[in-house]
């Protein structure tokens, strides 16, 4: 039978079940196709002593809660109120749990359930979800807390700790280098492509080096040598226009350009 305060056309589709022991309190919590974990409602209520359909109204009249609060099949362990095997549950979405939590009132419960209420708000929250992502199935001692004490077992996991962090760094350090390294080598291959042409820069000081030659021929017969001095720039690099030069031929062309101007002014070039 299905119990009336699940929502029907609201429901999930469960992909896994763990029973996580709160306080020796036994809460059935499940994961979702979607990766969200919920809780059972009903376990949740009756574990705390507070009644599961005066909750459910109220979850159903809050705007953020409702959004949460969803129906899916769970496995009942035999011995447990209604019987063992697969039942409908109502089931409230873990983060949800916390905001659901502190819309009751610890003053107007009675007296008996109070610490057990405010071990729920502070905590119950945190450990169902760990069920899912650690494995934590309980509210015993944590790691760091079994760390404190001096053990020969502690000592060992310690230093084991302490190897792993070490090889640890190692593989970082080899993968940063074998980055660069591949970054090097693919510097060092553009630098080398013979298709890499020069740079603005480079085409500047090609443009100028070529300008001093054409003037200083121009002194002499009068004429417009620029054509003439980029004609031979192109013809001896085989290229349409000087930008076009390839990069790794640069020092060499502005070397040829420095031996034409300084045997035109028997001076070095200022460029």
């Excluded at 593989?171 to 090097?184: N, P, Q, W």
């Excluded at 013809?235 to 226009?241: A, N, V």
Aim: charged fraction near 30%.
């Amino acid at each position: 039978m299905v119990p009336p305060d699940i929502h029907m056309d609201n429901k999930i589709n469960v992909v896994e079940q763990k029973t996580v022991d709160f306080y020796d309190d036994d809460l059935i919590a499940v994961r979702a196709e979607d990766g969200q974990v919920y809780v059972s409602l009903r376990h949740m209520c009756d574990s705390i002593g507070i009644a599961r359909q005066s909750q459910v109204r109220r979850i159903r009249e809050h705007h953020v809660l409702a959004k949460g609060y969803t129906g899916g099949t769970i496995m009942i362990p035999p011995g447990l109120r209604g019987g063992g095997g697969k039942q409908q549950a109502g089931l409230l979405r873990v983060d949800l749990v916390p905001l659901w939590l502190s819309g009751i009132d610890v003053k107007r419960v009675r007296e008996e359930i109070r610490p057990k209420l405010e071990k729920y708000q502070e905590e119950v929250a945190k450990v169902l979800w760990e069920a899912f992502q650690s494995g934590r199935l309980s509210t015993g001692p944590t790691v760091d807390e079994l760390l404190q004490k001096d053990t020969p077992a502690v000592r060992a996991y310690k230093v084991a700790r302490a190897i792993a962090d070490l090889a640890l760094n190692q593989v970082v350090l080899e993968s940063r280098l074998d980055d660069y390294e591949s970054r090097l080598s693919i510097i060092e291959a553009t630098l080398s492509d013979p298709r890499r042409q020069i740079s603005a820069e480079q085409a500047m000081h090609i443009s100028q080096a070529v300008k001093a030659i054409a003037l200083e021929m121009g002194t002499r017969s009068g004429r417009n040598e620029f054509q003439g001095v980029y004609g031979e720039l192109y013809r001896r690099y085989e290229i349409p226009t000087y930008r076009e030069l390839p990069a790794t031929k640069f020092d060499e062309a502005m070397n040829f350009l420095r031996d034409w101007y300084s045997s035109l002014v028997d001076q070095a070039a200022p460029f």
